[in-house]
C-alpha cells in the first residue's frame, strides 16, 4: 500500500517545489533566490580584500556568514535587531552556516581575503537553515567564478559541495523536508548537512516530544541523504556549470 500522503500532497521522501535563481543582486559577487515551497531565501556573496585580525600573515583565506529573518517574513511581524544585538537562535543558525561552508573551502588557495555569505530570510515557513546552506553554497560558487574571471585567484579553493535537509518524525512518519505546520508538531527534529561526496558535515537531531530509536536515525539519516542528493542536482542546474574543483 503506497504511504499516506500529507497535507501538501506530498510524498513523506519527496522535496517542496525547489527554485534556486541566480543573479538576483548586481553589486554581489555572487547572488542567488532559493524557494523550497514558502521559504524563500536571498543568499549574497561579498568578497572582501583581507582576513580577521587573528587570520593575519596565515596566507589563507577565510568565509564567513549572517543570517537574519526580514520583519514581514512570518506572519507575525518581527522586530529588527537593535544596536548590534544577536539573538540565540540567529547566532546559532549563522554560525552552522559558516561551518557548514568552511569544511569544503582550500583556504591556502584562497589566499588572504574573506566571503561573506548574507542569508536573509524573505519569507519563512520551515527549514530556514538548511535553504540558506544549500542556496549560499551556489552563491559562493558564483563568487569563486567571478574572482577567477578577474584574477583574483589562480585556481578553484571550493573542493565540493554541500547542501542540508530537514527531516523530522510526526505523528509517527519519517517525513522530508517539513514546513511548518509539520516542523511545529514534530516529534523529533533533525537538520542534515551534507557533502556531495557522502559525508556528513553537521547532523542536528532533537527529540522534542519522545526519544528516537537507533533504526529511526538510520532510517533519518539515510532520507535526507537520498534528498540531499537532489538538492545537488538542482544545484548543479542552476548554476549549469562545473560547481567545484576538479583533482
Known amino acids: 500500500m503506497p504511504a499516506a500522503k500529507r497535507a501538501d500532497g506530498r510524498r513523506p521522501d519527496q522535496l517542496r517545489p525547489v527554485e534556486i535563481r541566480r543573479g538576483v543582486n548586481q553589486f554581489a559577487a555572487g547572488s542567488v533566490l532559493i524557494k523550497m515551497g514558502n521559504t524563500h531565501v536571498l543568499c549574497t556573496a561579498s568578497i572582501q580584500d583581507g582576513v580577521p585580525r587573528w587570520r593575519e600573515g596565515s596566507g589563507r583565506g577565510w568565509v564567513t556568514a549572517e543570517y537574519d529573518m526580514l520583519p514581514a517574513s512570518t506572519p507575525t511581524r518581527r522586530s529588527r535587531g537593535r544596536?548590534?544585538?544577536?539573538?540565540?537562535?540567529?547566532?546559532?543558525?549563522?554560525r552552522l552556516i559558516g561551518r557548514a561552508l568552511r569544511s569544503v573551502i582550500d583556504f591556502a588557495a584562497m589566499g588572504p581575503k574573506t566571503i561573506w555569505l548574507d542569508c536573509d530570510v524573505l519569507q519563512a515557513d520551515g527549514g530556514t537553515r538548511t535553504a540558506a546552506i544549500t542556496g549560499a553554497f551556489v552563491a559562493l560558487a558564483e563568487a569563486q567564478a567571478l574572482g577567477l574571471k578577474q584574477g583574483l585567484w589562480t585556481q578553484p579553493f571550493i573542493r565540493q559541495a554541500v547542501a542540508a535537509i530537514s527531516v523530522g518524525i510526526v505523528d509517527g512518519r519519517i517525513l522530508l523536508d517539513l514546513p511548518y505546520e509539520e516542523d511545529c508538531r514534530a516529534e523529533v527534529d533533525f537538520n542534515v548537512v551534507m557533502?556531495?561526496?557522502?559525508?556528513?558535515?553537521?547532523?542536528?537531531?532533537t527529540a522534542e516530544a519522545a526519544p528516537f530509536s537507533r533504526k529511526d536515525l538510520d532510517r533519518i539519516l539515510d532520507m535526507a541523504a537520498r534528498g540531499i542528493e537532489k538538492l545537488f542536482a538542482l544545484q548543479a542546474m542552476a548554476a549549469q556549470k562545473r560547481l567545484v574543483r576538479t583533482k
Open 83 to 94: 544596536s548590534g544585538h544577536i539573538d540565540g537562535r540567529t547566532q546559532e543558525i549563522q
Open 195 to 205: 557533502t556531495a561526496a557522502g559525508e556528513f558535515i553537521e547532523v542536528q537531531g
